[in-house]
């Protein structure tokens, strides 16, 4: 059965600047599996997934998958760019704050198993106070 670890670089940003999402996948079993398929998502932190001001990457997983050997693990990562946290019904409105996003995503595996890692959270600061 298979695992999964992610992480954020940098994990506190100022909006528009780039964040990189690493993503390891390790398999505890006795024979390699392949991932078939990453879905990266963002949430704002406590509420469901839904479409935030994040834009979001994907791993590239080839048409066969990727092996991650019995015992070892894969390492994959995707960049993520947030956009200013802003609340408000208009922009012209708006009052800058800072927001907390949830990121995840689900690992999708060859032997019909998912990995879900933890989800991280990223801080946004609007770059306007």
């Known amino acids: 059965m298979a695992t999964a670890t992610l992480t954020l670089t940098p994990s506190t940003v100022k909006d528009l600047q780039?964040?990189?999402a690493n993503l390891t996948v390790t398999n505890g079993g006795g024979t390699a599996v392949l991932v078939?398929?990453?879905a990266?998502?963002?949430a704002v932190s406590g509420q469901n997934t839904q479409a935030v001001p994040v834009q979001m990457g994907a791993p590239f997983i080839p048409p066969n998958g990727n092996s991650v050997p019995a015992g070892g693990s894969l390492s994959f990562s995707w960049d993520l760019i947030p956009y200013?946290?802003?609340s408000g019904s208009s922009f012209v409105e708006a009052t800058f704050t800072q927001m907390l996003?949830?990121?995840g995503c689900n690992v999708q595996m060859s032997d019909g198993t998912s990995a879900v890692p933890?989800?991280?959270t990223l801080t946004v600061n609007s770059q306007v106070s």
Do not use: E, N
Request: hydrophobic content about 60%; glycine content about 0%.
């Open 18 to 20: 780039k964040v990189t």
């Open 36 to 38: 078939q398929a990453i």
């Open 40 to 42: 990266p998502f963002a």
């Open 84 to 86: 200013a946290p802003w």
């Open 101 to 103: 996003f949830s990121i």
């Open 118 to 120: 933890t989800a991280a």
